[in-house]
């Protein structure tokens, strides 16, 4: 099973500033890597897809980079909508995993 | 537009069962391959089961493996799965998903509103 680990565990970011989340497999799994936001009682929603193709309707102030073992999001400017936690996962190989999520919240 | 609404979550004993059913609306659901993923209470996600468009082909989470089981009936456009063996770590909403593109697994888009099954004595 590849094991996604992601860091730092809480991200405390002032609105307007940038936030970089990172995500890192245990072995290669490609451009294969998806990263999902996800707010108190909702489902999560799909921001990347192939390491760094924003997902339908998705600002532009995301963006997704890397490929292999370590991958990063970038939220260029936090406005107040975006604190919340972020998942990254793997589509490369079964079991499908995710990573233990980044919580970005207000500084 | 597309629509998933999970069902048939619930309070079940240690050793139960249930069966969670997800009725999709809005898109040709034969064209895509589906996953149940769960979210336990106050923790991260963790992908359960997959199966393809044609129903030929599954996959499991091995937490679950021998226990739950994974169907889809296209001509009523609904996905379905049957947990046995209920376990207490079992607790968790439970999401129906769907892959952004048809015959793909490329990052699940659509996700139902999530159904509750408690394991509980």
């Known amino acids: 099973e590849i094991v996604m680990t992601q860091s730092p565990a809480t991200l405390s970011v002032s609105p307007g500033e940038r936030a970089t989340l990172s995500c890192r497999a245990s072995?290669?799994?490609?451009?294969?890597l998806a990263w999902y936001q996800q707010k108190p009682g909702q489902a999560p929603r799909l921001l990347i897809y192939?390491?760094?193709i924003r997902a339908t309707g998705i600002p532009a102030r995301f963006s997704g980079s890397g490929s292999g073992t370590e991958f990063t999001l970038t939220i260029s400017s936090l406005q107040s909508e975006d604190f919340a936690v972020y998942y990254c996962?793997?589509?490369?190989?079964?079991?499908?995993?995710f990573g233990p999520g980044t919580k970005v919240d207000i500084k | 537009q597309v629509q998933l609404v999970e069902s048939g979550g619930g309070l079940v004993k240690p050793g139960g069962s249930l069966r969670l059913s997800c009725a999709a609306s809005g898109f040709t659901f034969s064209d895509y391959y589906m996953s149940w993923i769960r979210q336990a209470p106050g923790r991260g996600l963790e992908w359960v089961s997959y199966i393809s468009s044609s129903t030929s082909y599954t996959k499991y989470a091995d937490s679950v493996k021998g226990r739950f089981t994974i169907s889809r009936d296209n001509a009523k456009d609904s996905l379905y799965l049957q947990m046995n063996s209920l376990r207490a770590e079992d607790t968790a909403v439970y999401y129906c998903?769907?892959?952004?593109?048809?015959?793909?697994?490329?990052?699940?888009?659509?996700w139902g509103q999530g159904t509750l099954v408690t394991v509980s004595s």
């Open positions: 072995q290669s799994v490609s451009s294969n």
């Open positions: 998903a769907r892959p952004q593109e048809p015959y793909s697994n490329s990052g699940w888009d659509y």
């Open positions: 192939g390491a760094s």
């Open positions: 996962q793997q589509y490369n190989n079964w079991p499908f995993t």
